[in-house]
């Protein structure tokens, strides 16, 4: 099979990672340009770039897509497979392959449409999340549905650890109904676009939370918002306020425990000996 992935993020590099011990490794890569990254703005790749110079996969990066169509319609493509790439694909590109271009989409679709399923279903208190194999048309994760995986979550995920895990089952679930698809024998199913629902970009001043809010709300914003934009809050110490970004916390009860924390211009620390340095 001469396929393509299209991916750019961690989320990516594990997909990629349980494919090959799959045995299934593409034949060209496409992911974004590198990037200015950090307070130094130093020029980093994206992981996938890194993944595949390290499995010796041909890629490709390019700065717009307008014209990489021309180069993908040199080769027979029999599938593009995309997950995690963070650019919209014009429809005469997602239509190159042979089979189509097929999307592992990390939510029970319709629900949480758009490019924050995880955070949002850890936010929302949610009891299930699940992950999606759809056949991808030009309009946002609209497309039909080919098959999906549910999983409970325990509360206890954060948002990492469940893109890891929804990550694997993804690639699994790619890997295991491939065969078929290739050979026609799955219809795929419309989306029901009346229940569909939409996820919101996370902004960094998402970040900062209120201690007198629920501390179970409080609980889902630590978990969904690792690693980035992290949680932070601001306290009051002899009328100085001081900003801390919560490290590590866990749910007692009905008790939001803050374990270990950052103050602003200082080293990690636990909160005990945070707490006896403002004494």
């Known amino acids: 099979m001469i396929w393509a992935f299209w991916g750019t993020d961690e989320f990516s590099v594990v997909v990629l990672d349980t494919l090959k011990d799959r045995g299934l490794l593409p034949t060209l890569i496409i992911t974004t340009p590198d990037k200015p990254k950090g307070r130094k703005l130093i020029i980093t790749p994206p992981p996938v770039k890194i993944w595949a110079q390290e499995n010796k996969i041909d890629f490709i990066q390019p700065d717009s897509l307008k014209f990489v169509s021309e180069k993908l319609k040199a080769k027979n493509y029999d599938l593009f497979l995309v997950a995690s790439y963070g650019k919209i694909i014009s429809q005469t590109i997602l239509d190159l392959p042979a089979h189509g271009t097929l999307n592992i989409h990390p939510s029970l679709l319709p629900r949480y449409r758009g490019s924050t399923p995880i955070e949002s279903a850890i936010l929302n208190g949610d009891k299930e999340a699940g ?149």
């Open 131 to 279: 992950v999606t194999i759809m056949l991808l048309d030009k309009e946002m994760d609209h497309g039909p549905i080919i098959a999906q995986e549910k999983i409970d979550l325990t509360g206890e995920e954060t948002a990492p650890i469940l893109a890891k895990v929804l990550a694997q089952k993804g690639a699994n679930l790619f890997a295991d109904v491939l065969a078929e698809w290739l050979a026609q024998k799955i219809t795929p199913l419309e989306q029901d676009h009346d229940l569909a629902t939409y996820t919101q970009k996370i902004e960094k001043k998402y970040g900062e939370i209120n201690l007198n809010d629920p501390a179970i709300l409080n609980f889902r914003r630590f978990r969904a918002y690792q690693p980035w934009p992290g949680v932070y809050t601001e306290i009051d110490n002899h009328q100085k306020k001081i900003r801390l970004t919560i490290k590590k916390a866990r749910l007692d009860g009905e008790l939001f425990v803050i374990e270990r924390v950052t103050p602003e211009g200082k080293k990690e620390m636990s909160w005990e000996e945070f707490q006896r340095g403002i004494r």
